[in-house]
């Protein structure tokens, strides 16, 4: 991997950091447009840099901000499942199923039962 290609993946971390609560993949492809390199180059290289690809980075950072609201608040699932860019809280409580193991309930419950 050259300076060039690790330069691009930094400036698509910087974007993701900034605009990980994009609503559609398509934002995040459309800003892998404006670089100067391919997208599966740069997907590669985001992966051996970051430990995911760009939209799983996202995704996951979108996880991570709702999963410390649920934590933290007694916001409804709705609501903070908007906040955090995920379409209902149906969507955001299979996501964390999926990567956690845990539904958004049973999170908010066992984090509860901890404090």
């Given at each position: 991997m050259n300076a060039?290609?690790?330069e691009?993946?930094?400036q698509l971390k910087i974007w993701c950091?900034?605009?990980y609560l994009f609503k559609e993949k398509g934002?995040?492809?459309r800003f892998m447009d404006t670089m100067e390199i391919s997208k599966s180059v740069l997907t590669d290289a985001f992966r051996v840099l970051y430990g995911n690809t760009p939209?799983?980075?996202c995704l996951h950072r979108k996880m991570e901000e709702a999963m410390k609201k649920i934590a933290s608040s007694s916001w409804g699932m709705e609501d903070?499942?908007?906040q955090h860019g995920f379409c209902h809280a149906s969507h955001l409580?299979?996501?964390m199923q999926?990567?956690?193991g845990v539904t958004a309930w049973q999170y908010r419950e066992r984090h509860r039962r901890l404090s």
């Open positions: 060039k290609t690790i691009f993946a930094n950091d900034k605009n934002d995040l492809y939209h799983g980075y903070i499942a908007a409580s299979a996501v999926r990567k956690c």
